[in-house]
């Protein structure tokens, strides 16, 4: 980044999960930033929608520019402020460590997180049964080898790294709902006895300050109750 640190202010939600994975970003970058919460609870204004004419959060202002869309943000980030989250692409390691991170990112997000929403929807406790079963199924195929040298990060790191930024929000929540009821505690009970990588991993990021920063759990967990019972 330019020598002169840029002025950030971000658009944030702290129930959005989204907007959540800027907040891990900036909290383990220590950049300071001014930030502006946007109700969801109604139409957007005008005024945000200059912002971000899709009306999402996060958006990101730096300086007078703006960034939107959660994984672009953080990617900006982590570009703009070198650090421990992943090197630059022209480290030597830059781009291998980056084509993992972001197949681990999409695998996560794409065969696992997929079902955490069907899971909180689920009625009947078959339909319940089966989304366990693939959830459970797709984190021991597709996760578990990716996590056997954590460290217990991503890739063997003591550190966060931008893997646990872009899905660090989703594996809180999963990691959180079952003391709330809004998923099984077997989901994780299955996870621990199957898949022992993404548990202890999991159980770390889930722990981690940055991870935790601005998560309300009982609040969050109370309005998504609440979402559920009105859809
Ligand atoms: N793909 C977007 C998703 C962001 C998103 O869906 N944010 C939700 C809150 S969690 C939002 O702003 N919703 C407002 C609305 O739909 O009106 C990203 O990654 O930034």
Same mark, same amino acid.
């Given at each position: 980044?330019? =020598? ?7 658009y944030?939600n ?30 957007r ?8 004419p899709?009306?999402?959060? /996060? ?16 990617? $900006? ?9 992943? /090197?630059a692409?022209?480290? /030597?390691n830059g ?6 991170i ?12 997929v ?6 929807? =689920?009625t ?6 089966a ?5 459970v199924d ?6 578990? /080898?990716?996590?056997?040298? =954590?460290?217990? $990060?991503?890739g ?7 893997a ?17 009821g809004l998923?099984?505690?077997?989901v994780i ?10 548990s ?20 969050? =967990? ?7 019972a009105?859809?």
């Amino acid at each position: 980044m330019a =020598a002169v640190t840029p002025k950030l202010k971000l658009y944030t939600n702290h129930g959005c999960p989204w907007a959540h994975r800027a907040h891990i970003a900036l909290s383990e970058l220590k950049v300071p930033f001014d930030e502006e919460i946007i109700d969801l609870g109604v139409p957007r204004t005008a005024e945000y929608l200059k912002v971000n004419p899709r009306g999402l959060v /996060p958006s990101l202002r730096v300086d007078d520019q703006i960034i939107t869309e959660s994984a672009v943000v953080a990617a $900006f980030l982590a570009d703009a402020f070198p650090s421990h989250l992943v /090197p630059a692409s022209s480290d /030597p390691n830059g781009p291998l460590t980056r084509a993992r991170i972001a197949f681990f990112v999409d695998t996560y997000m794409s065969k696992v997180n997929v079902s955490l929403y069907p899971l909180m929807k =689920a009625t009947t406790e078959e339909e319940r049964s089966a989304i366990i079963q693939k959830t459970v199924d797709a984190v021991v195929k597709e996760i578990e /080898p990716l996590l056997a040298n =954590a460290g217990p $990060f991503f890739g063997g790191s003591s550190q966060l790294t931008l893997a646990e930024v872009l899905t660090g929000s989703f594996v809180i929540r999963l990691w959180s709902w079952p003391k709330y009821g809004l998923v099984p505690q077997s989901v994780i009970d299955q996870l621990s006895e199957k898949a022992p990588n993404f548990s202890r991993w999991a159980e770390a990021v889930s722990k981690h300050p940055s991870v935790k920063g601005i998560f309300d759990a009982e609040g969050i =967990a109370r309005r998504t109750k609440e979402r559920l019972a009105k859809s």
